[in-house]
């Protein structure tokens, strides 16, 4: 059973930056396209960021395009998200979730194994 676990999450300033990790145990990570999703206090959950089992494609949503960027280390089992230029409405609990099926597809409900979560708190 594929187990995941976020890492990273903290308090930073707007304008700053965060670097989450995905790190996964219990299966080998580079069979999963790997999904970045975020949940904010009285929010529906969203998709954040998506990238391929090879790391060859990702996809981003429009509210953090050009902010952030995901990429993986297959060989350490890690996906990371690095968030730059943060702003107050990217506070959530930020989850990542694995899929064996490779897409661009930042539906969450494809995706089969979830994270426990990290909470970001972007805030003065």
């Known amino acids: 059973q594929l187990q995941l676990v976020e890492s990273g999450g903290g308090l930073v300033q707007p304008g700053g930056s965060l670097r989450l990790s995905c790190a996964a145990s219990?299966?080998?990570?580079?069979?999963?396209?790997i999904g970045w999703f975020r949940q904010a206090p009285g929010k529906e959950r969203e998709g954040v960021s998506r990238?391929?089992?090879?790391?060859?494609?990702?996809n981003y949503a429009d509210s953090v395009k050009g902010r952030f960027t995901i990429s993986r280390d297959n060989a350490k089992n890690t996906v990371h998200l690095q968030m730059n230029s943060l702003k107050s409405e990217d506070t959530a609990i930020y989850y990542c979730a694995a899929r064996r099926i490779d897409g661009t597809s930042l539906n969450s409900h494809l995706f089969d194994y979830w994270g426990q979560g990290t909470q970001v708190t972007v805030s003065s």
């Open positions: 990238i391929s089992s090879g790391g060859g494609v990702t």
């Open positions: 219990g299966g080998t990570l580079n069979v999963y396209s």
